[in-house]
């Protein structure tokens, strides 16, 4: 983990990210804020993506950033198969390889500046007290 002095926080909203995420895939008509064909999957994409880049920016080694690809992976997996069962919903596995791209993506950002976000503004903050 980064020498963060606010990573309570930042784990904090980190999860408020993922219930936010889970309640829009299993929100019965969540709202569609892209209006273009196949705009569900760019959302996907961007979704996973920043809740992947949110905790890499808090955890720096790579097998964690790894585990936790694997696990938001599973986490979308398991999002799509209560989709699958909820009747209001449909299973897609093209989702789950749009959240695993955005999953990817993340990850190639988090060996650039990107990573550094959270330090910079938990800097900041730290600088204000």
């Known amino acids: 983990m980064h020498q963060l002095r606010f990573s309570k926080l930042w784990l904090a909203l ?11 895939s299993l929100w019965p008509e969540p709202p569609q804020l892209l209006d ?3 705009s569900d999957k ?12 949110w ?8 097998s964690y ?3 936790l690809g694997m696990g938001f992976l599973a986490m ?9 069962e909820s009747g209001y919903r449909v299973f897609s596995y ?6 695993g791209f955005g999953i990817l993506v993340a990850l190639c950002l988090a060996r650039t500046r990107f990573a550094n976000i959270l330090m ?4 900041w903050l730290r600088s204000l007290g």
């Open 14 to 24: 980190g999860g408020v990210l993922i219930v936010v995420v889970v309640s829009l």
């Open 36 to 38: 273009f064909q196949q």
């Open 42 to 53: 760019f959302a996907h994409v961007i979704a996973y993506m920043i809740l992947m880049l």
């Open 55 to 62: 905790f890499a920016n808090i955890y720096s080694l790579t």
């Open 65 to 67: 950033r790894l585990s």
């Open 76 to 84: 979308g997996a398991c999002v799509e198969l209560l989709q699958g």
């Open 94 to 99: 093209a989702d789950i390889l749009a959240n």
């Open 120 to 123: 910079r503004f938990d800097t």
